[in-house]
């Protein structure tokens, strides 16, 4: 059974930080890619980051670019998403999921676990 648990969420000041860890169990985590996605209330869920299975390949949406960063620790099995800079429109639930190959990607479709989620607010 594979499980993803998200931590680190909270409420923060606009212009502060705050860093997401997602632990994940049940599989060869070091084999696959991982993303973070965020939905925020009455929106669709939407890509945020993702990182390859050795952590070469990262990819960010155009809002996460250069306040963002993904990172991953295999040793740890844990993907961690840095958020700098946090603007009050980054208010969200926040997943972690793992894609169902080594190659990062964009698509929620190739995500096939997902986490429950932990709530990041940005306060003006």
């Known amino acids: 059974q594979v499980q993803l648990v998200e931590s680190g969420g909270g409420l923060v000041q606009a212009g502060g930080s705050l860093r997401l860890s997602c632990a ?3 599989r060869t985590f070091s084999r696959y890619a991982m993303g ?6 009455g929106k669709e869920r939407e890509f945020v980051a993702a990182i390859g299975w050795r952590g070469g390949n990262r990819y960010y949406a155009e809002f996460a670019k250069g306040r963002f960063t993904i990172s991953r620790d295999n040793a740890k099995n ?3 998403l840095q958020m700098n800079s946090l603007k009050p429109e980054d208010t969200a639930v926040y997943y ?7 190659v990062a990607t964009t698509t929620p479709g190739e995500y096939n676990y997902w986490g429950q989620g932990t709530q990041v607010t940005v306060s003006s």
């Not at 973070?36 to 209330?41: M, S």
């Open 78 to 80: 844990t993907v961690y």
């Open 96 to 102: 972690c999921a793992t894609s169902g190959g080594p």
């Open 36 to 41: 973070w996605f965020r939905q925020a209330p």
């Open 24 to 26: 994940a169990s049940g």
